[in-house]
């Protein structure tokens, strides 16, 4: 019987420490970054979200927080907020409070149009101007490339939420009708608010 303890004993120490090493190995959870897209005639303002250039290290669409008028993105960012506490021990591009870059990249991204009441589409009267579903097409790919890197077309795993509000949607719709074959498998939700026929 004694024989039999001291066997558990060693068994449930080793059950222990394999848990205790995998745990220290393991990367935290990450989730997908979310992007805010505005409707017509409007910016991320609508978000709560107005962008600003406070610095040539800080890209325009680098969001400053004004939560205490626009609650929409500070509601986000409080529950974004831990996931990116817990990268920036992993990776150092990460920005928590505290932060002078805080709070750009914290899993909450937004997009301002060059032109707020331009076309969806490409439009032949603006031969300068690929329409907002092809713009938001860039910002994507700056999305993706900032959380997974170069090769987040080959990673199944590199995913994002696309969340817009009224003409935003249609954006969205044009956006990957156009890019369907690259986009589909990396949306994980699509989320529109006042989105007309979509």
């Known amino acids: 019987m004694k024989g039999n303890i001291n066997i558990i004993k060693k068994v449930f120490i080793i059950q222990l420490f394999t848990i205790f090493f995998i745990n220290s190995s393991a990367e935290p959870y990450k989730p997908y970054p979310i992007l805010l897209i505005h409707g017509i005639n409007s910016n991320s303002g609508t978000w709560g979200a107005n962008t600003e250039n406070r610095s040539d290290s800080i890209p325009a669409d680098s969001v400053q927080d004004k939560s205490s008028d626009y609650p929409t993105y500070a509601y986000f960012l409080g529950y974004m907020n831990p996931y990116a506490v817990a990268w920036k021990s992993v990776d150092g591009s990460y920005t928590i409070p505290g932060d002078d870059a805080f709070p750009n990249k914290t899993f909450l991204e937004v997009i301002n149009f060059d032109d707020n009441r331009g076309s969806i589409d490409p439009h032949p009267n603006y031969p300068n101007f690929d329409g907002q579903g092809d713009e938001l097409w860039h910002r994507i790919n700056e999305v993706m490339e900032e959380y997974y890197g170069e090769g987040w077309r080959n990673n199944r795993n590199a995913k994002i939420i696309l969340v817009a ?20 498998p990396h949306i994980a939700k699509v989320i529109t608010l006042g989105s007309p026929h979509v």
Do not use: F, N, P, T
């Not at 509000?165 to 369907?180: F, K, N, P, Q, T």
């Open 165 to 184: 509000h009224s003409a935003g949607g249609l954006s969205v719709r044009e956006c990957i009708y156009a890019h369907a074959d690259v986009l589909k």
